[in-house]
């Protein structure tokens, strides 16, 4: 067993209100009672696997290299889905095969992100005694990320896998001076999470025109504050892309956005500027 604790984040659609997300930890620190157990969220919204993907991808950089991140939204629990273990980066992520590492395997493709190991969990050794059809939470995913943060190699685990399943992420296009890119994530405060990058504006906050569902903007701000309560802005955000937000309110509800709507910049050239 390593010298210092292992750390295991816990990403899952079941919300706090039932015993699931704590009979998870329960299993966890049943087979390691020294790790370290994150919350990362239980408020993915019911099956949503795109808005885990997203989440996952936007946050597991932050932990320490050998982190075990395990995700568990998994509306195909109980069918002949596959369940794997991921290694990326140093990072290793336990999780079922159905799309849920879509962005990290998107930047795996683009090159941003290194090569990834990934295996099936197929070693009934490393699962609970009993494995329901309704729960591989606690039967599967749980005992194999605490077996593996006890050092338990991925080659125990099962067989080498390739080709994992990926959903269509959407991807921002430049044509001339315009970028169009769409709404991928509206978080808790309403703020709506673009899947524009801060690379794609080059740096610069002006001479931009935004348009969001019949919003227009005309500059990025550097901070909320720089525009005036209930007032819409754009910003660059956390996890380094353009969000659409409202100081002090919900873009959300102000401006009708939903995910999948368009967002669409156009760089506006001085009509001042010497010829």
Do not use: W
């Amino acid at each position: 067993m390593n010298d210092f604790p292992r750390i295991i984040t816990l990403t899952t659609d079941f919300g706090t209100s039932d015993a699931y997300v704590g009979t998870m930890k329960g299993v966890i620190l049943g087979i390691n009672p020294n790790v370290r157990v994150v919350d990362l969220t239980h408020a993915v919204p019911p099956q949503d696997i795109h808005e885990a993907a997203f989440i996952i991808r936007s946050a597991y950089r932050y932990f320490p290299e050998g982190t075990i991140h395990t995700v568990v939204v998994d509306p195909g629990v109980g069918s002949d889905r596959q369940a794997i273990v991921c290694e990326i980066e140093g990072a290793f992520f336990v999780c079922p095969d159905n799309g849920v590492l879509s962005y990290l395997l998107q930047a795996i493709d683009d090159g941003t992100e290194h090569r990834m190991n990934a295996v099936a969990i197929q070693n009934p050794a490393y699962h609970l005694p009993q494995v329901s059809n309704t729960f591989h939470g606690r039967d599967i995913f749980a005992p194999v990320a605490a077996h593996l943060s006890r050092g338990v190699p991925l080659a125990n685990i099962g067989p080498p896998v390739e080709n994992l399943v990926q959903l269509p992420i959407p991807t921002s296009e430049v044509s001339g001076n315009t970028i169009t890119g769409q709404i991928v994530k509206i978080d808790r405060f309403g703020n709506a999470i673009t899947n524009i990058s801060e690379s794609a504006l080059a740096g610069e906050v002006s001479g931009y025109e935004i348009n969001v569902q019949g919003a227009r903007l005309t500059r990025i701000n550097r901070a909320y504050a720089e525009s005036p309560v209930g007032e819409p802005l754009a910003i660059i955000g956390s996890a380094g892309v353009l969000e659409i937000a409202v100081n002090g309110g919900s873009a959300e509800k102000q401006l009708g956005l939903k995910r999948g709507d368009a967002a669409i910049i156009r760089k506006r050239y001085d009509s001042c500027q010497k010829t």
